[in-house]
């Protein structure tokens, strides 16, 4: 099973419990069903650039749950970078998101580092941004059945904007969004 932010839900939720028996390295089961991102270009993130605090909307056992957060993102190789460290002390939690364009296939792989193993997630998921919404997807496998991980950046401002979660199991026809975070500039 990949690891990436899908993976931090499962971490935060019950104090962290179910990270210490989950495998961090694994490659994907496949991606040849996963729809082709648009092109990416240096500086896609720059409007993450900054101090933020978050307002964290998590479903938890069924339960929506809200806490605090805060973030530092800064960019990095002129703009084909972004580094974002993210602290959830409500939850005890604290993480790196990593976030890089391959210059060859324009693609952006976001990636994740929580703090309690210091693994960097391999894939990670790839996507890109259209119309103002960046997208991005991942698969895994539970058991038979293909699982879609997708996380969106949407209502970009100068002051704002919202990062959410979800996954699917018909090949995106339906998703479950159960992370939502409202960010705002500090």
């Known amino acids: 099973m990949p690891f990436h932010r899908r ?3 499962q971490s935060s939720a019950g104090a962290l419990i179910a990270m210490t028996n989950a495998p961090i390295l694994a490659a994907p089961a496949t991606t040849a069903t996963l729809p082709p991102p648009p092109p990416g270009k240096p500086g896609d993130f720059d409007f993450l650039t900054g101090e933020w605090r978050i307002h964290n909307r998590f479903r938890e056992n069924g ?10 993102v800064v960019p990095v190789m002129g703009g084909v970078g972004s580094v974002e460290d993210l602290r959830i002390p409500a939850r005890g939690f ?5 976030r890089l364009l391959d210059a060859e296939s324009r693609i952006w792989s976001d990636h994740f580092v929580n703090k309690l193993s ?5 894939p990670g998921q790839t996507g890109g ?7 991005f997807l991942s698969e895994d496998r539970e058991g038979d059945t293909v699982v879609w991980y997708r996380g969106v950046w949407d209502r970009i401002t100068p002051t704002s904007c919202r990062w959410f979660q979800g996954t699917s199991r018909d090949l995106g026809a339906t998703w479950d969004d159960s992370w939502f975070m409202d960010w705002t500039r500090a």
């Open 94 to 98: 604290f993480g790196m998101g990593l």
């Open 63 to 72: 339960t929506w749950i809200e806490f605090p957060g805060e973030a530092t």
């Open 129 to 135: 941004f259209a119309n103002g919404v960046g997208t």
């Open 118 to 122: 210091g693994a960097v997630s391999v």
């Open 7 to 9: 993976s931090f839900l």
